[in-house]
């Protein structure tokens, strides 16, 4: 796996284990869209004009992403930001097996994202986490990156992923998306760590040309998407 599969699959989930907490394989972004053209007419039709599709909504810029993402403010007393510090070289040892779908998404970790990406995390109590992005392109772009990412995650019920030499069972399940934006995608980890097992939620909401992805304890992030995707621009 390349180190930058690793930084983009590992900053979604954290595990506390003895006293320290440490990152581990989330999601990865990777797959673009392809939009097929329509045939023309029959042999012998005279060819008639088609209307120009509209434009697609451009990308937002990163710094206009930064101001949409949630803050203390939004979600209320008891959480604390957290203040991630640069730097891959530890997340070079996360790998996964026993999923075909997910291990080519490893493969292709060097391919440029979306456009542009904004990020937050927060701590709630002592080992509750929930963990934001905020991703811009076109609205067919996301749409299509989304599909593949949350297909890849949901093809397999089981898998198993390495941080280091410790080997986790992953166990994931579809989910019910809420109702909310243009498109919304949702599924459910349980991850089987030696202290214990530990269930993360993964959702995503996009908004036009906008894409919010929540991960962290199932309660928080069901919790605060709303607010979350209230804080897009509308129309986008």
């Known amino acids: 796996m390349t180190r930058e599969t690793a930084r983009e699959l590992s900053h979604m989930m954290r595990i506390s284990t003895t006293g320290t907490r440490r990152w581990i394989l989330a999601a990865a972004l990777c797959g673009v869209l392809s939009t097929g053209c329509s045939s023309g007419g029959e042999d012998g039709d005279e060819a008639k004009p088609r209307p120009k599709p509209a434009a ?51 493969q292709s970790g060097e391919e440029k994202m979306f456009a542009a990406k904004a990020e937050t995390s927060f701590t709630y109590t002592r080992d509750a986490t929930l963990d934001e992005e905020l991703h811009s392109d076109r609205p067919s772009v996301l749409s299509g990156k989304l599909r593949e990412l949350f297909g890849a995650y949901t093809s397999c019920p089981t898998y198993t992923m390495t941080a280091g030499t410790i080997p986790i069972e992953v166990k994931v399940t579809k989910s019910v998306p809420p ?18 097992a530990q269930v993360l939620k993964t959702m995503a909401v996009r908004k036009g040309n906008v894409v919010v992805m929540l991960v962290g304890a199932p309660a928080l992030v069901d919790r605060h998407m709303k607010t979350a995707v209230g804080k897009l621009p509308a129309g986008g």
Do not use: M
């Open 56 to 106: 697609e909504p451009r990308p937002l810029a990163e710094a206009a992403l930064h101001p949409l993402l949630l803050t203390q403010a939004d979600l209320g007393t008891g959480y604390v930001h957290v203040q991630e510090k640069p730097g891959s070289d530890k997340f070079d040892d996360v790998a996964v097996q026993g999923c075909p779908a997910l291990e080519k998404l490893g």
């Open 179 to 196: 109702n909310l934006g243009d498109e919304q995608f949702v599924y459910t980890s349980t991850l089987e760590l030696p202290s214990g």
